[in-house]
């Protein structure tokens, strides 16, 4: 294209996605290097195993061989448990008896309105089994497989606690809420409730990863489904090394429990960015920027408040063997209110670079339309998207076919 022609579809382009070129105002932060407990409510289910489940504030995980999250300066975060055998006072390695069970948080009183975007870094630690697959056998696990949680819309004061396909006893799900497993392996690892205990079906549409099997048959909800396994981000990683000692030395297995790689499109041993962008009644969920669900609550009874959840469960009742092992860490969480992203574009060679803020750009798709001329036919821009220092774009060829550009939510 001719760099007048260029620079006139640029510059609608903008126009078009630049609603609003405000920085989003924060509404809440905790990067939990301080103990702020009393800033927060603990909701437990089932209440007669509270003892069983555990929420430490600035916890330090650097004993675990875990690196400072991104963004971090320490190694302090939240850490939650649940189903611990014993009882986190005092855990035991016999594997006793357990239920279905977890808690929640939130923060105390909080109401940040009907459009808001909560952001902050994930880590989920588990053991494997203790054989030669390790960390990739959540069959043989022993305990070791189970939930973080992170909803948006509740009241704050109910216990969200889900198991594999159902809340625990004396749970409740007033929010829209999203599951994932660390080890991967139960066909739905990547989950949607709809202010419900179950689960939204693959066929309602919200899953990024399509409403359909896979070409190898794979589910859209299971972590081995092609959707997640093209993520980069959910490789196969390893344990820190540490944890082979802290293993062996909590319970001397016959085989390491974290020799070995997860499976592949499973969310643990890695910081995870998690986003969950609320606009009115549409949600949209998030990891390391590609969309894993997008929800329309607007069908649904009124959601339980305007507030978040952030949750560990256990998805069956077995106890785990390594009950110091197994827990989810929160980082760097903020809520801030919504501003539109302003698009902005640069010519390099023969490429065009489409970027936009990250802080207020997550969850938007980056589209673009030959003319202007209704109906419009927008279309998504394929391609991969990157992130650097707060940053994310895309870059296509500078053709010489005039196109249009702009960013869309959901």
Known sequence: MSSKLFYRAVASAIF????????????????????????????????????????????????????????????????????????????????????????????????????????????????????????????????????????????????????????????????????TTGDGGITSDYRVYPKSGTISPTNTGVYAAGTSNDVQNLAPMANVNVYYTNIASLAPHSAPAVQQTLSTAEYPDAINTQAGQTQIGSFGFAWHKVDLIKIGSIVKWTIDNTAIATIDSASLAPLGGNNIALGDSDVNASTTRHPSLLFSLFENLTVSDISFPTLSANLTGGNLTLSWPEATGVGFVLQSASNLSSPVSWANVPGSLASNAGTLSMTVPATNAQSFFRLKFP
């Not at 016999?94 to 939130?106: C, D, N, Y």
């Not at 089994?129 to 069959?139: E, M, Q, T």
């Not at 889900?162 to 006893?169: D, F, I, Q, R």
């Open 16 to 179: 078009l996605a630049s609603f609003s070129t405000a920085q989003a105002a924060v509404l809440f932060s905790d990067n939990f290097n301080t103990d702020t407990s009393s800033a927060w409510t603990v909701n437990v289910a089932p209440a007669a195993n509270a003892l069983q489940q555990d929420a430490v504030f600035a916890f330090d995980y650097s004993p675990y061989g875990i690196p400072a999250a991104p963004g971090s300066s320490d190694t302090l975060g939240l850490r939650l448990r649940s189903n611990i055998p014993g009882s986190a006072a005092a855990p035991v390695t016999t594997r006793p008896a357990g239920v279905i069970s977890g808690l929640s948080v939130s923060p105390t009183g909080k109401d940040f309105g009907q459009s808001y975007h909560l952001s902050f870094y994930a880590w989920v630690n588990f053991n494997g089994a203790p054989n030669s697959l390790g960390l990739k056998d959540n069959a043989n696990s022993e305990g070791g497989t189970h939930n973080i949680l992170f909803a948006v819309g509740t009241s704050g004061t109910l216990p969200l606690v889900v198991g594999n396909t159902a809340l625990a006893s004396g749970a409740s799900m007033d929010a829209i809420g999203f599951a």
